[in-house]
């Protein structure tokens, strides 16, 4: 059975940063590029950023630079380092395997004052 479990989200203030923790099972994680992504309040999901099984990143414009993605294949981890995070930020986060047709349940992350 494919579970992702999303975890580290909370409120935060503007400027501030916070680490999500998503771990897989289920899957053969070490096969599969993971990425993040986040729904608004009142808007559709949107890619954030994701890691391929090697490491390779790649990131949506307005995280880059902010954001860091990283994996552990000896844990089926994969991380979403935040910083300098803006309340434009404000969203549940998910993680998601590129090819497998299955969602989490997120963790919210507020940003504000």
């Known amino acids: 059975q494919v579970q992702f479990v999303e975890s580290g989200g909370g409120l935060v203030q503007p400027g501030g940063s916070l680490r999500l923790s998503c771990a897989a099972s289920g899957i053969m994680f070490n096969n599969y590029a993971m990425g993040w992504y986040r729904q608004a309040p009142g808007k559709q999901r949107e890619f954030v950023a994701i890691v391929g099984s090697g490491g390779s990143a790649n990131y949506a414009d307005s995280v880059k630079g902010r954001f860091t993605i990283s994996r552990d294949n000896a844990k089926n981890t994969v991380y979403l380092q935040m910083n300098n995070l803006a309340p434009e930020d404000t969203a549940l986060y998910y993680c998601?395997?590129?090819?497998?047709?299955?969602w989490g349940q997120g963790t919210q992350v507020p940003v504000s004052s």
């Open positions: 998601h395997a590129l090819g497998i047709a299955y």
